[in-house]
């Protein structure tokens, strides 16, 4: 039996107060989907299936290279982190798993771990590396890199890191490795470009070895910083080719934030999918670089346009099944309600792109009807599935409106009694 942080019979009682104007919003949308030829029962059903990690880091306040803000009630350890990972799926149902990030997660027992995650009824993504920080009493610096440092030493000890995790992760359950590295450099000329990704292959190889026969290694590139001048895993191209060195267990991972700006992020989706090296997101949105904005914030149609790249990859594989997860820093809202926020705005892009009338899309697109193709997309992105995704959350057992009922619940208020602020408090979620 799921043990509730939120008492359930509040989260009725929110319900019961929603539930009129919901059924007639519900009732008039699927009277205005029926025209359509859309049956309602089957898009909430599918909303029902939606499931996207929480990272971690997420639940802490964020905080940027200039200063950090904390807010009250942070959780201050990984059993805390959890609690408040668990109040998300509670509300909003579609969080059942939380990524892992260690050393910052790194729990004193792992098996006690599992046993807390299992009673809260959460399981765990996958799990995350971390060669972008120096820890304390670590031998070896990565200040000039890790899985890339010219030092062989460096580069074996971010190796022997990248295999701990694995270990970690197989007692937790997890079934993926995410990596990603900072490495790269500041000056041209400081780094050999080739020579770099290289060595970048070569350790990567290392880690590979290691991955059980059940799981999948997460290549995550990024544009640029901390390295300003170039990074060694800077776009997708690198990523699949590395994946594809690796084999098939290595899979590229698309953070949403790392990438130019107007970079073509559902091309990039439509081409990885197409020759099976998508492995999965990190959601998020940005304005201006790796912002790490709540999702759906700032682009919610380029959203709906990976998604539409999604449905169209999972309709031609039906096997197909790119692990989802958050990845955001929060600095001016509650964590928790953010995290909650953007679960539904990726539900919300995920419901919309299974509106798409693909058979008029396709007439369209074989017609070369440009406009009319365009305006296919743009009357699924236009229509406010709102009532399906909370009639899917009511269902599911979940609140209505989420950030509604966690107001009401005086969680936030309660835990910041029972979680005094620690000094130093941990990393903000940068990658
Ligand atoms: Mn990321």
Known sequence: MTQHIIDAVQVEQHNASQRATLQADYDALGGMLSRRGVDIE?????????????????????????????????????TEKLQDCAVIHQLTRATPTVSLHFPWDKPADPQALRQQADALGLGFDAVNSNTFQDQAGQAQTYKFGSLTATSAAAREQAVAHNIDCIELGKVLGSKGLTVWVGDGANFPGQSNLRGALERYIDS??????????????????????PAFYCSVIADWGTSFAVAQQLGDKAKCLVDLGHHAPNTNIEMIVARLAQFGKLGGFHFNDSKYGDDDLDSGSIDPFQLFLVFNELADATLRNPAFSPAYML????????PIESLMNSAVEVQRAFVQASLVDRAALAAFQEGNDALQAAQTLKRAFRTDVSPILAMARVRSGGAADPVAAYRASGYREQVAVKRPPKAGASGSGIV
């Open 327 to 334: 990845d955001q820093s929060h600095n001016v809202t509650d």
């Open 204 to 225: 990567a190889r290392g880690i590979y070895a290691a991955l059980p026969a059940d799981w999948l290694m997460y290549i995550e590139h990024k544009l640029f910083e």
């Open 42 to 78: 089957a898009l909430t059903a599918k909303a029902q299936t939606f499931a996207v990690a929480v990272p971690s880091w997420g639940v802490g306040t964020g905080g940027t290279r200039f200063a950090r803000f904390p807010g009250k009630g942070e959780p201050r350890d990984v």
